[in-house]
Structure formats: structure tokens, C-alpha cells
């Protein structure tokens, strides 16, 4: 099979208690750093990656994200009456020419594997790529995806990010056991939802990021609830790994969990300190913060 991805799964049907009270009515993907929702972030990433379809996956409150890649006509008529070309353009390459958006339902909200399983209509039998807009990666060469799609390609293997992580948080991620890395890449031959500390096979933490075999969709179909009492997308990669290698990826670039407070509030330092014109006030204002 040609590892090539043409569609990338976006699960947006989290609770994203977290961020209560604003994902009240917001749902989390659409919390912006700096001037983009992290949905955008995730769906650039994908284009990038050579992805021209995206399928999200939400539940009935997940109108904004719908509302926000549908066209805004009555804004775009203004800005072009107003002559504001820039802006313009910038509402309407949410998505580039070409690239399609597919909405899909999951009617409960029963885990991340059946959160991908809803999207097996519109995938198919062919690779595709899942990406978490939570975990933000900010790189400044080619994007974490772009980066695994490549690998996929070349090795015809599904792949999936990685990064170590402090023993104590092994909890908080699935967790894979690798054999011996050759660059950024080692063989995946054990994967583990949130063990403990004292058990987790290693520290080597699964980041929001997989370019999937379709293989995965039967496996999803026969994953009961595991971690949490939820269908685990890690459960079915564990049963993936019995038929075919699957790799753990060390990707390039820096890796924000915007789930969290204290990530979001990195990763808008981070963008806001790389941004052409805010760079210089953002920085003046750290420094004197940090002063006070
Ligand atoms: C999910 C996955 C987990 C992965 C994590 C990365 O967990 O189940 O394996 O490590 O994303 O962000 P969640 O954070 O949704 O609980």
C-alpha cells in the first residue's frame, strides 16, 4: 500500500472542561493563540502535509467550528466594499482553493477511537493522518506532519509523534516502547494508555499527531472502553501493532499543550515573540513584567 496521505481527522467533540467557562459555548479548538483558533493551526499543518480533505469530527455543539470554515458572505461583501484586501483574504484562506472541509457527527461522546472510527465513511481504505489541535507545534521548518508524512511515505509504515516526557506524567499520555531509534525514528513494540509511573514501559509520551493505516478502523471496530471507560484510539494501535510495524516519530519543533493553561499561555509567548510586528512590544512587556 502507497503511504501517502490525502485526509487528515480532526476529533473536535471534547468537553474541554478545562477551559470553562469560556468553552461554555466555544469549544476548545477554537481558542485562539494570537489571532488564529487552534483548529487553524492544526488544519495549516495538514495542508501542509499535503491533506486536501478535512474531516472534523464534532458533536451538536460544534457549530462554531463548522461556522468558522463555512463562508461568511455578509463580512466579505463589507471588506471588499471597503477595499480591505488583506483581511479579506484572510477570512477566506481559512481554507485554500481546493482543499474541502467534511463534517462528521459523533453523536456520543464515547472516546478518541470512536471519535476516528465516525470518520471510516469519509476516509476509506486509504493512510490518513489524526491531529489533535491541542497539542500546537510550533517549528520553524517543514511542519510535525509534513515531517511524518514524509517518514510514512518513504518507510510505508503508519507513524506516530513522540516526545519524552518527565516520569511523573507518563499518566496523562499513551506510551509507547520503542526499539533502537535510527534518527528520529524507532519501531514501536508496546503502546499503553496513561499507565502509572511505576509501570509505564518508558517515557516516551504519544503527542497528538498519526498518519494511520486504514487497517485501524476493523481494530476500532472491536476496541472496547479501556482507559477512562473510553474507547481508546492507543488500544487499537496496540492491536495494530500484532499485523504491521508502526513507528514512533522524535518530530522537529516544539510542542504546546494548549489543553492546558499554563500551554496555551506558552504557546501565545512563543507565537507572539515570533510575530514580525508584535515581537518587540511582547518582548518589552515581558521584561518589565518580570521586573515588577
Ligand atoms: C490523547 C491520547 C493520548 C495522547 C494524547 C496527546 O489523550 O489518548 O494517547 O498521548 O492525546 O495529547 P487526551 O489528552 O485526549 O486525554
Not at 467534511?102 to 469519509?122: D, I, M, S, W, Y
Not at 509504515?157 to 524507532?186: K, L, M, N
Request: hydrophobic residues 45%; contains cysteine.
Amino acid at each position: 500500500m502507497k503511504f501517502r496521505i490525502r485526509k487528515a481527522v480532526f476529533p473536535v467533540a471534547g468537553l474541554g472542561t478545562r477551559f470553562l467557562p469560556a468553552t461554555k459555548t466555544v469549544p476548545k479548538e477554537m481558542l485562539p493563540v494570537i489571532d488564529k483558533p487552534l483548529i487553524q493551526y492544526a488544519v495549516d499543518e495538514a495542508v501542509e502535509a499535503g491533506c486536501d480533505t478535512m474531516v472534523f469530527v464534532t458533536n451538536r455543539y460544534k457549530h462554531s467550528v463548522a461556522d468558522y470554515f463555512d463562508k461568511a458572505y455578509e463580512l466579505e461583501q463589507k471588506l471588499e466594499k471597503a477595499g480591505k484586501g488583506e483581511l479579506l483574504s484572510l477570512i477566506r484562506d481559512v481554507l485554500p482553493k481546493g482543499v474541502r472541509a467534511v463534517f462528521v457527527t459523533q453523536a456520543e461522546a464515547l472516546g478518541l477511537g470512536h471519535a476516528v472510527l465516525c470518520a471510516r465513511p469519509v476516509v476509506g481504505d486509504e493512510p490518513f493522518a489524526v491531529l489533535l489541535a491541542d497539542d500546537l507545534i510550533w517549528n520553524r521548518g517543514p511542519g510535525a506532519l509534513r515531517q511524518m508524512a514524509d517518514l510514512a511515505e518513504s518507510e510505508s509504515h503508519s507513524v506516530i509523534a513522540v516526545q519524552d516526557v518527565p516520569r511523573d506524567q507518563t499518566g496523562s499520555y499513551g506510551i509507547v516502547a520503542t526499539g533502537p531509534f535510527a534518527d528520529r525514528h524507532g519501531r514501536i513494540s508496546a503502546i499503553v494508555e496513561k499507565p502509572a509511573p511505576d509501570v509505564a514501559p518508558s517515557t516516551l509520551a504519544v503527542v497528538g499527531r498519526y498518519v494511520l493505516s486504514p487497517r485501524i478502523f476493523d481494530l476500532l471496530e472491536n476496541t472496547g472502553a479501556g482507559s477512562g471507560g473510553e474507547i481508546q484510539l492507543t488500544d487499537a494501535i496496540a492491536a495494530l501493532l500484532k499485523e504491521e510495524d508502526v513507528l514512533a516519530y522524535r518530530f522537529e519543533g516544539r510542542r504546546f499543550d494548549c489543553g492546558s493553561h499554563i500551554g496555551l499561555v506558552e504557546a501565545t509567548i512563543q507565537y507572539a515573540l515570533d510575530h514580525e510586528d508584535l515581537a518587540p512590544a511582547a518582548r518589552a512587556y515581558m521584561l518589565d513584567a518580570l521586573s515588577r
